[in-house]
Every structure is written in C-alpha cells, then in structure tokens.
C-alpha cells in the first residue's frame, strides 16, 4: 500500500518538472566599452553570472567584478526570451539526495509454507535512502562515492512453528526489521540529452553490503553479516535552478550473504557458506545539486 502511495507521489512530481524560458533585459557594461544585453542569473561578491545570445547560439558565462564597469537589472524595455539548452558539461559537482520504493528479489524457499511464502513477500516490499557525490571531468565521466541504505520490516503475533525434526510446536512472535546499507566508489556518465534542461546518465560500481536483521522467531535474535556487490543506476535529471536539478531514478544492487552471525539469549552462533541472496531493485526520486 505505501510503495502505491510513493509511486503515485513520484508520479505527480514528475508532472510538475517543466522547461522555464529565460529573458533577456538586463545590461552589463564591460571595463573596454562593450554592452551587452543579457539576462543576469546571479550576482555574488566576486562574480557576475549571466547568459547571453550570440547568433544562434545562448552563452553561459561567469565574469570577474573586475571586468565590469556597471550593470543595470530590466534596462531593456522589451523582453526577449532565451532558449538556454543545458550542458551538463557546464558542472564538475554533482551531490544527489533520493529515496523511494525498494523490492528485494529472493523469495522464500519452496518448501515454505503459503502463510510464510505471503509473510516473506510482504517483507520483501520496502524503502531507501540514497546518497552520492560525484566529480566529472569535461568527458562527462565522473567519480564519485554513493551510500544507499534499504529498509523494511514485519511482524507477526501467535505465530505456530512447527520442528521440523521433532515436529513439536511452539507459538509466538514472527518479525524481521531489517537494514542493508551499500557503501562503494562508482563510475558515472552523463549523457547531453536534446530536451532542454535535461541530462540522462548511467553510474556503476563494486562496494559492500553492510546487513543487519532485528528478528523474532518465537525469541528475539539480531543477525549480521558483510557481503561484497554491485551496483548500477539509469537516471534522468530536470534543471530547475541554476544548481539544483530533481530526478528520477532505476538503480540495483546485488549481493549474497555467505557469512552471518546469529546472536540470542544463547549466546552467539556463526554461520558460513549459506545462499541468502539480498540483491534488490529500487525506484527513487530525489534533489541533486550542481557546481
């Protein structure tokens, strides 16, 4: 029900990305004499960050003060609006906050019963939080570093386990809080996209898997283990403002925990060479800000 909610969520943001135009009335005067009408994005302590047409072509430029003579904002009475195509190349930081719907991909075991097979569906449904930096070279590679962190949870009371091997029956709680954290360097490329304002890009890498269950099966027990895997992620990003993009995101990761501990009231038990796959796909939309 909550990843429907998400999706219809994300749904709607996207309809709300558009293309803004840009106007053309201000005046800049340059310390040899030259005027130019321009639209004056931003005006710092040191800088003066503008765009400009130069035939067929709008330019992006970022003068030192120094060059300056003056500058007047709407000096032009007649607006002329300028169709500024993004270049992504323009940016060499990129810093992307996202989170979203997640789905890990194992299911229960065949031999499970239909209570526990619905049980481990349900708790395969989750969410996560996602969080990259990268830095690009005019190529448009970029190198950077991302965290993503899977959450989910469930639970069940008056729950009857059955022994398998005495078959005795015992009943109490069933529940799993679980958390899997990604942490690796990455490779990205971002691609110039003919629609305006917008770039698409790829990103992959190698990392770790961090895994942590808080369970109960009839007693409570916390299990943790590390695995190695990939990842990889196919997004699209909006300009909104001059450094702040929004977009949308497909991204996976994979691992297999071989190795875990189990820790109870009992003490703790190592298990090795176990197949417990964690790989998961996820779907995010988020906020990234560019330099």
Not at 40 to 55: C, F, P, W
Not at 71 to 95: Q, W
Not at 182 to 210: R, W
Request: no cysteine; net charge neutral.
């Amino acid at each position: 029900m909550y990843s429907k909610k998400y999706l219809l969520i994300i749904f709607l943001l996207f309809l709300r990305v558009f293309h803004s135009n840009l106007s053309a009335q201000d005046l800049i005067v340059k310390q040899n004499g030259d005027s130019l009408n321009v639209e004056i994005i931003r005006v710092t302590a040191d800088h003066i960050l503008y765009i400009y047409q130069n035939g067929k072509q709008i330019k992006r430029v970022k003068s030192p003060k120094s060059e300056i003579k003056s500058f007047r904002y709407i000096f032009f009475s007649e607006k002329r609006k300028l169709a500024y195509k993004f270049d992504p190349n323009d940016f060499r930081f990129r810093l992307a906050v996202s989170g979203g719907v997640s789905l890990l991909l194992d299911g229960a075991d065949e031999d499970a019963s239909a209570f526990f097979s619905d049980y481990v569906d349900k708790l395969n449904s989750g969410w996560h939080f996602k969080a990259e930096a990268n830095y690009f070279l005019r190529s448009g590679l970029g190198f950077g570093i991302v965290f993503d962190q899977y959450h989910t949870s469930g639970n069940n009371d008056n729950v009857i386990f059955v022994d398998r091997q005495t078959n005795d029956t015992t009943i109490g709680p069933l529940s799993d809080k679980i958390k899997i954290t990604y942490i690796g360097p990455q490779l990205t490329y971002h691609i110039k996209s003919g629609l305006k304002n917008t770039t698409f890009y790829v990103g992959g890498g190698a990392g770790v898997n961090l895994y942590r269950d808080e369970l109960e099966r009839v007693d409570a027990f916390v299990a943790k283990g590390t695995a190695f895997g990939l990842h990889g992620s196919l997004g699209v990003d909006f300009l909104v403002d001059e450094n702040i993009m929004v977009g949308f995101e497909l991204s996976g990761h994979t691992g297999n925990l071989r190795d875990f501990t189990l820790a109870g009231d009992d003490g703790v038990r190592d298990f090795t060479n176990e197949d417990n796959d964690i790989s998961r796909i996820s779907l995010s939309f988020g906020v990234r800000f560019i330099k």
